[in-house]
């Protein structure tokens, strides 16, 4: 209708201004109100002063370990995983809370990553938390649950190592390599090995190899 002659020029300038005022107006705003929101899920750090924060280790790592009476330094020893893996893994849940996070992830790199899927890692998610019996949302995160994990592993090569339909991978912390956030997942660097200690992955051959040269 802004074409019919009826329509005079001045008349479809102002309702092209309105128009124009109204649409662009909204939009603003709610890219105004979009962008905090934005930045907070995707974890985006505000500037230079930020760098490490979404990585468990050093002064970030020590500030929560101390919340459950653990000393400073305490994952630079790996011991640490048959010492302290509960009051570690409630650490890590403060952390993780505290930067939205709601769920973790063992994270490793299957058998043949490098070559034939090259760049391609597996990952076991879950929650790190669970509901009571009103429905009401109870945060956990338990050593055990930290410290290995449980997948299935018959989706990766295992060099005819053991029969695909009774295959179990087994996920194990590296407490050498730190844990880091990305997005909302917490994610734990681990090895990937079969029931009886066979490698399933990249990384276990080569720390064998390193703690033998050492």
Known sequence: FMDHPIVGVSTRREMLSRFARG?????????????????QRRNFIAGSEEYGKHCFKGAVADAYLAKHGLPAGLLDDPSWTTTSAD??????????????????THWFQPMASLGVRHGQTGQV????????????????????????????????????????HTAGGYTVIDPTSPIFLRGDTVFVPTIFVSFYGDALDEKTPLMRAQKAVS
């Open 23 to 39: 649409s662009r107006a909204p939009a603003s705003a709610l890219a105004r109100r979009a962008a905090p929101a934005l930045t």
């Open 125 to 164: 998610h879950n929650a790190m938390f669970t509901f009571d019996k009103d429905g009401k949302v109870e945060w956990e995160l338990e050593g055990k649950a930290l410290l290995k994990g449980e997948t299935d592993g018959s989706s990766y090569p295992s060099g005819g190592m053991r029969a695909t």
């Open 87 to 104: 009051k570690v893994a409630a650490a890590v849940m403060d952390w993780a809370h505290d930067n939205g996070a709601s769920v973790m």
